[in-house]
C-alpha cells in the first residue's frame, strides 16, 4: 500500500516541519531518546521508519558498524540518501509489518514515531525479540496514547476559536483511528498504555525505561510548540532482550 508520504502535497507539507528541516535539533523528544540510547559503537542497527536518515547518520556518527534502515516511502528514502548518506547505512523500502529481520541480528532496534501506524503490534515486537542478540535492546518513541485515544489529534476550541483543553475519550477502545495531520486524513492506531508494555513483558523483554518527553528549551519558543506542555504527545520506551520467547 502506498504511504501516504509519497503523496506530494503531503510530502512537501511535511518537509516544512521544524523537524523536517532542522533534524534531530527540531525533534522534541530527541533530547529524551537519545539520554535513553545504549552505545552504538561498533553495533549492529535496525532502524524502522528511518525517514530522512537523521537518527542513522547520528549512529554512524557514535561509531555503529552497520544500519539497515527501513521505510515504506520512497519520498523519505530519497532525501535520506540525499541528506545522510554513509557506506555504513544500508537504505531499504519496505513495510515493517512484512519484511524479514532475521534471526539474532542486530544489538539495537530503533523507531521514531512509527508504532501508531502499525496495525498488528504484538506480531511485529515478537519479529523484533527474534532479530535482536540476547541482551540487545529496542528503544523506541510513538504518539502518547493519551494523544491517540479520541481521535482527531485535536484541540477543543471555544466560540472565538481559542483553546480550551485537550480531548481524552474512548481511551479503552482500542484499534484504528483516521485522524488529521498536517491537514491530510491519515490511518493510525491506537492501544494503551497497558498493551503497549504488557506485548513487551510477554514477548521476552524487559522493560528498562519509560518517558513521557517536555519540549526542550530550545524549542519553546517556536509558536507550533506553545501548547505542548498541556499535554503528553509522545512516549518513549527501552526495553532489553532478556530471552529467547
Known sequence: MKSPYDD???FSAYSSMTRSRLGLDGA????????????AAGMSILDLGCGFGWHAAWFCRQGAARIRAVDSSVSMLEKARLFNNDERISYEEGDIESLDFGIMQYDLVFSSLVFHYV????TLIRKIQSCLKPGGCLLFSLEHPAFTAEGSE???YDENGCIKHFPLDNYFREGERMTGFLGFPVRKYHRTLTTYLSVLLDSGFAVTAVREPEVPEHLKGLEEMKNEWRRPMMLVIRAEKIHTA
Do not use: A, I
Not at 28 to 39: H, N, Y
Not at 119 to 122: E, N, T
Open 8 to 10: 506530494s502535497s503531503f
Open 28 to 39: 522534541g523528544e530527541w533530547e529524551t531518546v537519545r539520554s535513553l540510547m545504549p552505545d
Open 119 to 122: 496495525r498488528d503490534y504484538s
Open 154 to 156: 485535536d484541540w477543543c
